[in-house]
Each structure stands twice: as structure tokens, then as C-alpha cells.
């Protein structure tokens, strides 16, 4: 079932209840909802992000486990540095979209789940994996919607 995404307040709360299924989830969500919409995101707010198709996309659907920062919430990878993020996009790709955990991201070492986003078009994946490929540090290079229609295909292909 798709996560709804009428709003990254939503995305956060359903997003962390779904997967979670705890109280404690429901309320780090909802405080960290609180805080960061009393942040603002205007000039001089701490950790602004630029507002792109990537970064409404990312605040839509990924914020709830990985965080304004990109660090994880202990139960998620952390995105800046990190190998996957920076490493082959089609396998970045695979597991944004299929929940496929790539060979750089060993099983075991976060008890979440990754989960698949094959709903999201292919511009807004191509978006939110450029952003996330050249935010926090990270100097990767960005996907085009065409590598990821390649991905999707490559994975309904016999």
C-alpha cells in the first residue's frame, strides 16, 4: 500500500507507525515533526535544505527514518558517507525501489526495513536519489529518469 503524501508530517507520523508499530515511534515523530516545522526552513535556519524536486520528494517520503540530516534515526543507515549512497546507482536505485539491500549494506546491522517506493515516478526517484547522492558531503553523481525506467525495467524483465 503507498504511503500517502499529502505532506512530510505525514509522511513522518505513517511512515514511523507503519513500520514501527510503536508509541514511541509515533511520538519521536510527532516531536520531530513539531521541530522541525517550528525550524521554519527559511534563511538562517539550522540544517535548511534547498528546495528542489529532490528535497520535497525526500521530505515526503524519507524524513520519517532517515532524518532532516540524512543521519538516521539508529534504526536506518545514515546517507552521509555512506557507500550505497555513493556507490553504484542502480543498486541505490534497486533498493529505494524493490527494498533489494545491496552487498555494501550488510544485513543485521539495522533492524529496519527499507521500503519499496516503486509508486514514486520515475523523475521523482531520479530526484530524490540525486539529492541525496549530492547532499550532507555526499559527491555522487546525479541519476537521470532514464537510468531509473532502466532499473524498473531490468527488474520486470523474465
Not at 503507498?2 to 511520538?27: E, K, N, Y
Not at 516503486?118 to 553523481?141: I, P
Request: net charge positive.
Amino acid at each position: 500500500m503507498p504511503m500517502r503524501t499529502q505532506g512530510w508530517v505525514d509522511a513522518l507520523v505513517f511512515s514511523s507507525i507503519r513500520r514501527a508499530g510503536t508509541c514511541r515511534s509515533l511520538v519521536l515523530s510527532v516531536a520531530l515533526g513539531v521541530g522541525l516545522g517550528a525550524c521554519g526552513g527559511g534563511k538562517g535556519a539550522a540544517g535548511a535544505v534547498p528546495q528542489t524536486a529532490g528535497s520535497r520528494v525526500y521530505m515526503q517520503n524519507c524524513i520519517g527514518c532517515h532524518g532532516p540530516t540524512g543521519k538516521g534515526m539508529g534504526m536506518q543507515p545514515a546517507l552521509p558517507g555512506s557507500a550505497t549512497v555513493n556507490g553504484d546507482p542502480t543498486a541505490l536505485a534497486a533498493w529505494v525501489m524493490f527494498g533489494v539491500r545491496p552487498a555494501t549494506s550488510p544485513a543485521g546491522k539495522y533492524p529496519g526495513m527499507m521500503p519499496q517506493f516503486t509508486y514514486l515516478k520515475d523523475d521523482e526517484l531520479s530526484a530524490v536519489l540525486t539529492h541525496v547522492r549530492t547532499q550532507w558531503g555526499n559527491q555522487a553523481s546525479p541519476l537521470a529518469a532514464a537510468d531509473i525506467t532502466a532499473v524498473r525495467a531490468a527488474r520486470v524483465a523474465p
